[in-house]
C-alpha cells in the first residue's frame, strides 16, 4: 500500500514536473516576447515558441504566440519581406488548427492576411481583404465574446476609407465594444492569450 | 553549515552550467547562399536556434547522448541529422535543398502576360486594373491594348498582335473558343468585347508560343478564365436616360452553388440628340443583352459552370462615298447572338485532373449598304464600280464544340496535359442572293508537359494535331519553351511554336482549294520583378509561310515576316500614389 502509494505520488510529481517545464518555457518565451524591442528578437521568440509547439505536439498555445510574434516581427521590419512573414504565419496558424479550431486562431489569420494585403493593399484589398473579413466572421461564429475580434475590426476600419465603410466613427464604436467585453474577459489559464486591453483603449483615444 | 549551503549551491549551478553543451553552425543552400531565418532544433526539447543573417546559429543544449538536430526553413525541405552530444561543443554545417513549389518554380514568361490575382511572373495587371484602367472603358481588348505587342487600332474591334490581323487573335473563355467575341463590325467604329470583365478572374493574354491546348489563331491568344462561385448575393438595377438594367446573383447558404441572370437594355437616343455625332446615323444603336450563369461546387471540391448570353442589337449610319462625294453609302446592321459555355473541373485523385469544357453558340446577321443621294433616297449611278456596292447580306455562324484535358502530375510539380477537341462549325452567307455554305467537322489532339527540372529550370513541350474536314487537310504544331531564373524575382525565357490557322470565311466562300496558314515564332524574354515593380523586355522573330494571297488567283503562296522589340515598366514605388505603366513596342513586318 504504502509503495503504491509512493509510486502514484511520485507519477504526480512527475508529471507536475513535466507541466512546469511546459508552463515555464511558455512563460519565459512571453516575457521574450514582451521584452522584444526589434524585429530580431521577435522572430527569436517566435522561433522559440515554434520549439516548443514542435515538442508539445498537442499544444495550439505555443503555435499561436510563434504566429502571433512572427507577424509583429513582420511589422517591426519595414523591410521585411511580408509575403514571406504572412506565409509562415500562415503554416504556424495551420499547425495549431490541426490541434484545434478556435476564435483566438482565427483572429490571427485575419493579422496574417492583413499582414500581406498591406504589401499592396490596392489591388489586394478584394482577395486579402476579404479573406480577413471571413477570418473575424468565422472568430465571431466561435466565440462572440472574444473582445480581440472587435478590436482588430476596429482596427482594419479605423484605417479604411469612409467611402468603403471605414473611418473613425464606425471603429469608435467597436473599440467600446471590445472595451466591455475584456471587463469580464477571463483567460482559460494564464498562458491563454490576454492581450489588446491597453491596445483598444489607445486606439479608442485616438478615436476621439 | 552555511558555507556548505553555498559550496553546495555553486557545485550544482557549475553542475548546470557544465551539462549545457553548445552547439553552433551554418545554414546554407546546395549553391552555398546563406540562408537567415531557418530553425535548428534538438527534437523533442526545446531547445534551439535560429541562424542570422550571416548564416550563423549558437545554442546550447542541456540533452545528452543520442538526439536528433532537425533544421527547417520554409520553401526548403527539412534536414534531419543524428548527433551525439558529449560534454564538447559541437560544430556542424548545414546544407538544405529547396523545395520545388508552384510558388516558387519559374514559370514560362515569354509571349504572356496575365491579368489576375495571382502572384506569378507573367502577371503584370490585377483584376481590378482590368476595371479600373483610364479609357478603357471597363473593355478587357482596351485594357490589353494598354500592354506592348498589341497594337492601337482604332478603327476595328479585336486584338491586333505584332503585325498580325485582329481575325488572327482567337478568344477561349474556360479552354473552350469564342466565335465572335466582339459586337458585329461596322465599317470604320471598333466594337466593344460582349464580355463583362467581371465575369473573370484571370487572363492570359498571350502574344506569341502559347500553349498547345489552343489553336487556330496565328498572332496571339486571349485566354479568360471565369469566376467561381461570387462572394456573396447581389441584387442591382440601374437606370439612365440611355441605360436600363438590372440583374441578380443569389449565392447558396453554404457557398457551394450560385445562379444569376441579368438583362440591360441601351439606347443611345437621348445622347445622341446632345451630342452630334458625326456618321448620320438613320437607326440609333440600340442593344438588348441578357445573361444568365449557374455554378456548382461538387462533391469533391471541382466546379461545373454554366454561361449563356444572348443579344440583340440594331443600327444604321450614313457616311459619305468614297468615290462621289455627292452620294451616302448607308449601312444597316442587325445582329442576334447567342452564347453558351459549360465546364466542368474535377479532381480524379491519384494526382489525376479533368477540365471538360462545351460551347454553343449561334450569331446572325442582316447587313445591308445602300447608295443613297443627298435626300437619303436610294439611287442607280450607273457607274458600275459604285453600284455593285449596294449589298444585302445575312450570315449565320454556329459554332458547337466539346473539349477535354486531362492533367496527370509527375513527380513533384511536374505535369502532363493531354486532350482533344471537337468542333463543328456551320456558316452560311447569301450575299446578293448568292449563297454559300461552310460546314466544317474540326477535330484537334493535344499533349504537353511541364517540367521543373529544379525551381530555376522549367521548360514546356508541347504537340498539337489538327484536322478539318472543310480543307480535307491535317496539320502537326510543336511548341516548346523554357525558362530559367537567373537571379531573385529576374528570369529568362524562350519560346518556339508552329502555329496555323484557317483562311478567313470570305476566302473560304469563295473556294475551299486552300491549305493553312502557317506562323513560326521565335520569342525570347527577360523579366525583373519585385511587389511593386516590373520590368519587362521581349524580342521577337515570326515567319509567315503559305499566307492567302487572292492574286492572280485564290492561292496560299503568301509570305512574310514580323520582327520587334517590346518594352514593359510599371512602376508603383518611385512616386508615392501614382502607379503608371510604359510599353513600347518596335516592328518590323512584311507580308506578300
Known amino acids: 500500500m504504502k509503495q503504491l502509494l509512493i509510486i502514484v505520488s511520485m507519477f504526480f510529481v512527475g508529471m507536475a514536473v513535466a507541466q512546469s517545464k511546459y508552463e515555464s518555457a511558455m512563460a519565459k518565451g512571453l516575457e521574450q516576447m514582451k521584452a522584444a524591442n526589434t524585429a530580431e528578437d521577435m522572430s527569436a521568440a517566435s522561433a522559440f515558441f515554434e520549439r516548443i509547439g514542435d515538442a508539445e505536439k498537442d499544444k495550439w498555445l505555443p503555435y499561436y504566440y510563434a504566429a502571433q510574434s512572427n507577424i509583429y516581427a513582420g511589422w517591426m521590419n519595414p523591410k521585411a519581406d511580408k509575403d514571406k512573414v504572412g506565409e509562415k504565419s500562415k503554416d504556424l496558424i495551420a499547425k495549431a488548427e490541426a490541434i484545434e479550431h478556435n476564435s483566438e486562431l482565427y483572429c490571427l489569420k485575419q493579422m496574417a492576411s492583413i499582414l500581406e494585403m498591406m504589401v499592396d493593399p490596392m489591388t489586394r484589398y478584394q482577395t486579402y481583404g476579404a479573406e480577413a473579413k471571413n477570418a473575424l466572421e468565422e472568430a465571431q461564429k466561435a466565440d462572440p465574446n472574444n473582445p480581440r475580434i472587435y478590436l482588430l475590426d476596429g482596427q482594419t476600419l479605423m484605417n479604411t476609407p469612409e467611402a468603403f465603410g471605414g473611418g473613425k466613427a464606425v471603429a469608435k464604436k467597436l473599440f467600446e465594444k471590445s472595451l466591455e467585453l475584456f471587463k469580464t474577459f477571463k483567460p482559460a489559464s494564464p498562458l491563454h492569450p490576454n492581450w489588446g486591453k491597453d491596445q483598444a483603449e489607445k486606439l479608442l483615444a485616438a478615436c476621439q | ?592
Open chain 2, 1 to 592: 553549515m552555511r558555507k556548505f549551503l553555498i559550496l553546495l549551491l555553486i557545485m550544482l549551478t557549475a553542475g548546470w552550467v557544465n551539462a549545457q553543451v553548445k552547439i553552433n553552425g551554418t545554414v546554407k543552400d546546395n549553391h552555398g547562399h546563406i540562408i537567415a531565418g531557418a530553425s535548428i532544433q534538438v527534437k523533442g526539447s526545446y531547445d534551439g536556434g535560429v541562424s542570422d543573417s550571416t548564416s550563423h546559429f549558437s545554442f546550447k543544449t542541456f540533452e545528452k547522448g543520442e538526439q536528433i538536430l532537425i533544421v527547417t526553413n520554409i520553401g526548403y525541405k527539412s534536414i534531419e541529422q543524428k548527433i551525439t552530444i558529449g560534454t564538447e561543443p559541437i560544430e556542424i554545417a548545414f546544407s538544405l535543398k529547396e523545395e520545388i513549389s508552384e510558388l516558387k518554380a519559374v514559370v514560362v514568361t515569354a509571349g504572356s502576360f496575365e491579368a489576375g490575382d495571382k502572384k506569378r511572373a507573367a502577371t503584370v495587371l490585377s483584376s481590378l486594373d482590368v476595371v479600373t484602367t483610364g479609357g478603357a472603358n471597363a473593355d478587357i481588348t482596351a485594357v490589353i491594348k494598354t500592354l506592348p505587342g498589341a497594337q492601337q487600332v482604332g478603327d476595328k474591334e479585336g486584338l491586333f498582335v505584332r503585325g498580325g490581323d485582329g481575325s488572327e487573335t482567337k478568344q477561349y473563355i474556360d479552354g473552350t473558343l469564342v466565335n465572335n467575341p466582339y459586337f458585329t463590325s461596322v465599317p470604320d467604329l471598333a466594337q466593344r468585347g460582349r464580355f463583362s470583365p467581371f465575369l473573370f478572374k484571370g487572363t492570359v493574354f498571350s502574344t506569341g508560343g502559347y500553349s498547345a491546348l489552343y489553336g487556330q489563331a496565328l498572332s496571339s491568344a486571349l485566354i479568360l478564365e471565369s469566376i467561381d462561385i461570387p462572394d456573396r448575393s447581389e441584387a442591382n438595377a440601374s437606370i439612365s436616360p440611355i441605360f436600363l438594367g438590372g440583374g441578380l446573383q443569389e449565392v447558396a447558404k453554404d457557398k457551394k452553388s450560385s445562379w444569376g441572370i441579368t438583362y440591360n437594355y441601351t439606347d443611345l437616343r437621348a445622347y445622341f440628340s446632345l451630342v452630334k455625332q458625326n456618321p448620320d446615323y438613320f437607326q440609333i444603336p440600340f442593344f438588348h443583352a441578357a445573361d444568365a450563369n449557374f455554378r456548382i461546387k461538387t462533391k469533391k471540391g471541382g466546379m461545373i459552370k454554366y454561361y449563356t448570353t444572348f443579344a440583340a442589337n440594331q443600327l444604321g449610319l450614313r457616311r459619305p462615298n468614297i468615290d462621289n462625294p455627292n452620294l451616302k453609302n448607308a449601312f444597316a446592321l442587325q445582329n442576334t447572338n447567342w452564347y453558351n459555355n459549360i465546364s466542368w473541373r474535377e479532381n480524379l485523385g491519384n494526382g489525376w485532373k479533368m477540365n471538360l469544357g462545351g460551347g454553343y453558340s449561334t450569331d446572325h446577321n442582316i447587313i445591308s449598304q445602300q447608295i443613297q443621294n443627298q435626300s437619303n433616297l436610294p439611287v442607280v449611278t450607273g457607274f458600275n464600280w459604285i453600284d455593285t456596292t449596294n449589298f444585302n447580306l445575312t450570315t449565320r455562324g454556329d459554332l458547337a464544340q466539346i473539349k477535354a484535358v486531362f492533367d496527370k502530375r509527375l513527380s513533384g510539380i511536374s505535369v502532363i496535359r493531354f486532350g482533344g477537341e471537337y468542333q463543328y462549325s456551320y456558316n452560311k452567307s447569301d450575299y446578293n442572293n448568292y449563297t454559300a455554305l461552310l460546314p466544317d467537322h474540326f477535330k484537334a489532339l493535344f499533349s504537353e508537359a511541364d517540367l521543373y527540372i529544379t525551381n530555376d529550370l522549367a521548360a514546356k513541350i508541347g504537340a498539337r494535331f489538327e484536322q478539318s474536314s472543310l480543307l480535307n487537310k491535317a496539320n502537326l504544331a510543336p511548341r516548346l519553351s523554357m525558362a530559367y531564373k537567373t537571379g531573385k524575382g529576374a528570369q529568362m525565357s524562350i519560346a518556339y511554336g508552329e502555329f496555323y490557322q484557317k483562311p478567313e470565311n470570305t476566302y473560304l466562300y469563295a473556294t475551299t482549294q486552300f491549305g493553312y496558314q502557317r506562323a513560326t515564332h521565335y520569342i525570347i524574354n527577360y523579366i525583373k520583378n519585385t511587389t511593386l515593380q516590373t520590368f519587362r523586355v521581349e524580342a521577337y522573330y515570326k515567319k509567315y509561310n503559305e499566307l492567302v494571297k487572292t492574286f492572280p488567283a485564290y492561292n496560299n503562296n503568301g509570305n512574310g515576316y514580323a520582327q520587334g522589340v517590346e518594352l514593359f515598366w510599371r512602376d508603383k514605388k518611385t512616386f508615392q500614389g501614382l502607379d503608371y505603366w510604359i510599353s513600347y513596342s518596335y516592328l518590323d513586318t512584311k507580308r506578300n
